[in-house]
């Protein structure tokens, strides 16, 4: 998210920011159901293969980055962001596989709100905290029956998002533009071309899962990445992130009619619940925001 002074935005610009914002959401949640699509053909390893590559090969040209100008810490920081794509990008489709795409993007979203509510020090951010952790245990219902290593694997994905965000912060207050993730996708495209090569070698791919993987690329990497700098240009930090609320519900909505994933109403309540944390904590810092 962008620091310093904001101007206030227009109706109109605020109308298409979060306008915006939704597109880029939707198109992410998309993009996973289209990827999980080809898990039968080439499994989730397949599809986060082949999503680092078309990334790789999308942002680096368009981020056009100026590696003789980096620095060692540069090189370290966009190191650990290569890692942690591929960190996040396979514990979330692996989670998608076991759990659904509600419950995999809910578990994700943890991540964000988490930084969220660990940075601020208000009893408001604490009862947020609680609804959240109360949303996780009703969208998990422990028991016998449940996969309690797909929800381990979908609260890595979390963290990794979490890092991913941390990361992504100190880059941009250090390297201009899109140069420190162009770096890290090629950085994480390089790591996975043995991978593919290998993963490939044992489970050849028909054309129609790469044409998926393809597409789960571009709607899930690409086109968020590039619609969300231009919506942060249009509507305040605080709003932009309240709008993250809105994940775990299109991941909801697109698993009902792209994957046929039905929900039970106790995993409707915990998403419920874990989407209103992050707009209470979320609006009511920004109105803080507004009045310091």
């Not at 790789?56 to 590696?67: E, I, N």
């Not at 809910?106 to 940075?119: D, H, K, N, Q």
Request: proline letters at 6%; aromatic letters at 6%; one cysteine or more.
């Amino acid at each position: 998210m962008q620091g310093g002074l904001q101007r206030p935005a227009s109706g109109s610009a605020l109308g298409r920011g979060v306008g915006l914002t939704q597109v880029a959401s939707l198109g992410n949640q998309l993009g996973a159901a289209t990827g999980a699509l080809a898990f039968p053909a080439i499994g989730p390893v397949g599809v986060v293969a082949i999503r680092q590559l078309v990334a790789a090969a999308v942002l680096v040209p368009a981020g056009r980055p100026k590696f003789r100008a980096m620095r060692r810490a540069d090189w370290l920081t966009v190191t650990a962001l290569a890692l942690v794509f591929s960190i996040m990008n396979t514990t979330v489709y692996i989670a998608i596989d076991r759990l659904g795409l509600g419950l995999a993007i809910t578990l994700e979203f943890l991540g964000p709100l988490a930084l969220v509510i660990l940075s601020a020090r208000r009893a408001i951010d604490l009862i947020g905290g609680l609804v959240a952790v109360t949303g996780v245990v009703t969208l998990v219902n422990p028991g016998p029956t449940s996969d309690l290593l797909g929800v381990a694997i979908g609260l890595v994905s979390a963290a990794a998002w979490a890092a991913y965000i941390l990361l992504n912060r100190r880059i941009g207050q250090t390297m201009p533009g899109m140069q420190g993730t162009a770096t890290a996708s090629l950085i994480s495209g390089v790591i996975w071309i043995p991978i593919a090569i290998a993963w490939f070698t044992a489970h050849p791919p028909p054309l129609w899962a790469i044409g998926l993987a393809v597409v789960c690329a571009l709607a899930s990497s690409v086109l968020p990445f590039t619609i969300d700098v231009i919506a942060l240009r249009m509507l305040p930090a605080g709003l932009f992130s309240t709008l993250q609320s809105m994940h775990p519900v299109w991941a909801a909505l697109v698993g009902l009619v792209i994957l046929g994933q039905q929900l039970t109403p106790h995993e409707l309540l915990g998403i419920g619940l874990v989407v209103a944390s992050n707009v209470l904590v979320t609006s009511t810092n920004a109105v803080r925001a507004r009045r310091s």
